[in-house]
């Protein structure tokens, strides 16, 4: 089961990764890896007492948790844009992927920080 430390350094990773896609040929792929910096930092905050075994437990978990109520319609739909890039062949523009990093990526983020205490 990874540790804390682990999903922080992973969300850190995906976040600038999905930065640097954003101006990119492969735009849908910020928006997949926008959303495993999303899923990372959920993680990080459950770790290390649960460590979810799959998408549908962690999105229950992320409903149903009140750390998380503040952010479940954000990663709701981070996780549903996702779905569009990778299953639906949906494109992307760069202005969309920014808005969905400015607009569902970063409120997750601004919430989960001071729990968590990362810098990135």
Not at 7 to 22: F, V
Not at 85 to 110: G, M, N, W
Request: with cysteine; charged share 15%; proline share 7%.
């Amino acid at each position: 089961m990874p540790s804390r430390q682990q999903h922080l350094a992973n969300a850190e990773r995906n976040q600038r990764l999905a930065i640097a896609l954003q101006s990119g040929p492969h735009i849908e792929w910020s928006v997949t890896v926008l959303f495993y910096a999303a899923l990372h930092l959920v993680e990080a905050t459950l770790a290390p007492a649960v460590h979810s075994p799959h998408h549908n437990a962690r999105n229950q978990t992320v409903q149903s948790d009140p750390r998380f109520h503040p952010i479940y319609l954000h990663y709701r739909e981070l996780y549903y844009r996702s779905l569009d890039a990778r299953y639906d062949c949906v494109v992307f523009s760069t202005v969309q992927a920014q808005h969905l990093s400015v607009t569902r990526y970063e409120p997750i983020k601004r919430h989960l920080q001071p729990l968590l205490r990362f810098t990135f």
